[in-house]
């Protein structure tokens, strides 16, 4: 298992935006699947968005599709997590994973190997 690093979370009022990026220590993201996911306090940890390792296609919660986007960036060193129209319910802390997820269960976690250990997304007024 390797360790992924994610930065950019914070807090930001109801209708703003934040820009979450993930690093895998300089390499490229290399495995079949990258995704983000969220848990909230008290609440299990979801899906939010996964990529193919190509790029060439994108999967979203249905909560998040239309406000969120994700993306291999940098020679696919970088994934990024754009994340506009927050809104309260978004409040959680967002993981970063690299996995051989296929299409149906790229949506889910245990289909990812290596995980990073987090960062805070707080939306509040």
């Known amino acids: 298992q390797e360790q992924l690093v994610e930065s950019g979370g914070g807090a930001v009022q109801p209708g703003g935006s934040l820009r979450l990026s993930c690093s895998a220590s300089g390499r490229a993201f290399r495995m079949s699947a990258s995704g983000w996911f969220r848990q909230a306090p008290g609440k299990e940890r979801e899906f939010v968005a996964a990529?193919?390792?190509?790029?060439?296609?994108?999967y979203y919660a249905d909560s998040v599709k239309g406000r969120f986007r994700i993306a291999l960036e940098n020679a696919k060193t970088t994934l990024s997590l754009q994340m506009n129209s927050l809104e309260p319910e978004d409040t959680a802390v967002y993981y970063c994973a690299e996995g051989s997820a296929i299409t149906s269960t790229i949506r889910r976690a245990e289909s990812y190997a290596n995980w990073g250990r987090g960062t805070q997304v707080t939306v509040s007024s």
């Open positions: 990529i193919r390792w190509n790029g060439g296609s994108t």
